[in-house]
């Protein structure tokens, strides 16, 4: 049953993150094109000021995920209502800070991009796009929450993945139709409201939730702990923006915004094809499973170390000539950083790394223990960034993460070794020093091509195939000499899972 349901999300994960890949890509080209680096760096920018409003949020998350595995588990009706109730409860009072917290932003923020964009402009465009972050985190999270624990992450990807397409058209169209930008982000927030009202009618229907159930605060009572710790993580994904948008201005946030859409998408298809695996160890714990959950994480390794090292080793190799193609015909700022990009690359893989040791974490619920890991991971990056952006720019807020994601990922690996599944430290460092090879050889035999800058995407995806096939055999080399076991029996599992459908 986990196995089928693990199936189903990678599944439908993967189809999301393609077509939001697609249309991640389809989206800001058109934006670029039409309005320029400006725009789109005002836009990108907007958007992860309204992610720090909607912190108020985090905490909750977490949570409530950990609270549901045992009531899920045991079918537990009236249990599951209660934590749902006091979920939403809490949510419900947040959403108003967040409005206010809203306009507050749109206030101060127009004062950051003064010099490019006039006061009105810019803080008409925050309240516009903060109405979709509005509707998408507060009127659909609780229902979110509920289908991630009960390991049916694949409902809530097909509705992304409907309402994602709805975007992208209706914007498209109004781009074409020479739609100020204020009028698409205004169609984007139409088209993602649809999202929490599609969940909300499924788990309705789905589940047995009765409202008149007193809402279980007990459940959810260490959501400051966690809260702590999700403001951590989200300082750590959001500081070079942030700085950026301080120290620099808005056309170097576009040109990281081009980047960062690239190594992101690529950590979203990672975690796409483990997630499943991440969600039944909640299951396992309830269950009190305890040799299940030491054979699974062996699994959760190889599988993360497997696709993580394919990808983003062909990633390094083509992600500069893929921008080059991205950015044909715009000339108002410098997109060929190939520094800048390794660095991010790497910053970017060893948040994914800690995938595995995250999830164990989080699946027994020890947030207040992990939380300073996260508040030091925070500071490092703030501080290193500080110190190297006035100098190195872009290439300096990107050591800053590197250095912050080294650090939480052996953080992480450490404090589940020692409290949780009892292992040494070879394992990491004997994955880490395989995972440099990998990437080493991958670098050295694809330097042996001789690539010239692709003119068009057909020309670049003609560069990648060899790539990308090198990369394959160069992996699977190296997991049959040292990981046999694992990479056979992670092909086993998803061979009986396939069958079972």
């Known amino acids: 049953m986990r196995s089928r349901k693990a199936i189903n999300n990678i599944f439908a994960g993967l189809l999301y993150e393609l077509v939001a890949a697609i249309c991640g890509f389809v989206l800001p080209r058109l934006i670029l094109?039409?309005?320029?680096?400006?725009?789109?760096?005002?836009t990108s920018s907007i958007t992860q000021f309204l992610g720090y409003a909607s912190l108020m949020q985090a905490g909750i998350g977490g949570v409530t995920r950990a609270a549901l595995y045992k009531p899920l588990a045991d079918e537990n009706d009236r249990d599951i209502s209660a934590i749902v109730n006091a979920t939403q409860g809490f949510l419900r009072k947040v959403s108003v800070i967040f409005a206010l917290s809203l306009c507050a932003l749109a206030v101060i923020y127009p004062f950051f991009v003064i010099d490019d964009f006039d006061w009105l402009f810019s803080a008409s465009l925050v309240i516009i796009l903060g109405i979709s972050t509005f509707v998408q985190y507060f009127f659909g999270l609780t229902y979110q929450l509920l289908l991630t624990a009960d390991q049916k992450q694949y409902v809530v990807s097909y509705v992304q993945i409907g309402t994602t397409i709805l975007n992208t058209v209706i914007a498209a169209i109004l781009i074409k139709c020479g739609a100020g930008i204020h009028i698409v982000k205004l169609g984007s927030a139409v088209a993602f409201s649809l999202n929490p009202v599609l969940i909300n009618l499924y788990c309705r229907h789905r589940y047995n939730l009765d409202r008149s159930v007193a809402p279980n605060k007990d459940a959810i009572k260490d959501r400051w702990d966690c809260f702590g710790l999700q403001i951590a993580n989200f300082v750590t994904n959001n500081t070079d923006m942030f700085l950026l948008t301080v120290f620099t201005n808005v056309r170097e946030v576009s040109v990281y915004t081009v980047y960062y859409t690239v190594t992101k998408g690529i950590n979203s298809i990672v975690r796409a094809c483990v997630h499943g695996l991440g969600n039944s160890f909640g299951d396992m714990f309830a269950k009190n499973e305890k040799d299940n959950i030491r054979k699974n994480l062996n699994l959760y390794e190889e599988a993360t170390f497997v696709i993580s090292n394919f990808l983003f080793s062909v990633t390094a190799v083509m992600i500069v000539g893929f921008v080059y193609v991205y950015t044909a015909g715009v000339t108002d700022a410098e997109y060929i950083r190939p520094v800048f990009a390794y660095v991010l690359v790497a910053a970017?893989?060893?948040?994914?790394?800690?995938?595995?040791?995250?999830?164990?974490?989080?699946?027994?619920?020890?947030?207040?223990?992990?939380?300073?890991?996260?508040?030091?991971?925070?500071?490092?990056?703030?501080?290193?960034?500080?110190?190297?952006?006035?100098?190195?720019?872009?290439?300096?807020?990107?050591?800053?993460?590197?250095?912050?994601?080294?650090?939480?990922?052996?953080?992480?690996?450490?404090?589940?070794?020692?409290?949780?599944?009892?292992?040494?430290?070879?394992?990491?460092?004997?994955?880490?020093?395989?995972?440099?090879?990998?990437?080493?050889?991958?670098?050295?035999?694809?330097?042996?091509?001789?690539?010239?800058?692709?003119?068009?995407?057909?020309?670049?995806?003609?560069?990648?195939?060899?790539?990308?096939?090198?990369?394959?055999?160069?992996?699977?080399?190296?997991?049959?000499?040292?990981?046999?076991?694992?990479?056979?029996?992670?092909?086993?599992?998803?061979?009986?899972?396939?069958n079972r459908k």
């Open 348 to 498: 970017t893989l060893f948040g994914v790394y800690r995938i595995p040791y995250q999830a164990i974490v989080e699946a027994v619920g020890h947030f207040k223990q992990t939380r300073n890991g996260a508040i030091f991971e925070a500071c490092l990056n703030i501080v290193i960034s500080i110190a190297m952006i006035r100098r190195f720019g872009l290439v300096g807020v990107a050591i800053g993460t590197l250095c912050a994601t080294v650090f939480r990922t052996f953080q992480y690996y450490i404090y589940m070794s020692r409290h949780i599944i009892i292992r040494g430290i070879w394992p990491l460092i004997k994955r880490l020093i395989l995972s440099a090879l990998t990437f080493g050889l991958v670098i050295i035999i694809s330097n042996r091509f001789e690539f010239s800058n692709p003119t068009s995407y057909y020309a670049w995806i003609i560069q990648a195939i060899p790539v990308a096939l090198v990369a394959l055999v160069v992996v699977i080399i190296i997991e049959v000499i040292f990981y046999r076991g694992d990479l056979m029996l992670m092909f086993q599992k998803v061979k009986n899972a396939v």
């Open 33 to 42: 094109t039409a309005f320029g680096s400006d725009y789109n760096g005002l």
